[in-house]
């Protein structure tokens, strides 16, 4: 299990806050994620896969197979 640590900075000009946006990546050694929006990070995007694919598994037709058979008796 990863674990990740947060922050949250306040940049004071948007230039600021444009050369930080393009920092994504290392940082020693270290991976760093610079994002304005909570849904890009790596933890939420990880959770909102993981919800859309039970979502989807639950959705998807029974097998043919099965369906014939439980119909047949």
């Known amino acids: 299990m990863k674990v990740r ?3 949250i900075v306040v940049f ?3 230039t600021a806050r444009h050369k930080a946006c393009r920092l994504g990546g290392t940082l020693g050694g270290r991976e ?7 849904s890009d990070l790596p933890e939420v995007r990880e959770k909102i896969v993981k919800r859309l694919d039970d979502y ?3 959705m ?3 097998d043919l197979h099965r369906a014939q058979m439980s119909a047949l008796g």
């Not at 760093?32 to 909570?38: D, F, G, K, P």
């Open 5 to 7: 640590q947060y922050a």
């Open 12 to 14: 004071e000009s948007r």
């Open 32 to 38: 760093l994620a610079v994002s304005i929006a909570i």
């Open 56 to 58: 989807r598994s639950r």
């Open 60 to 62: 998807e037709p029974p």
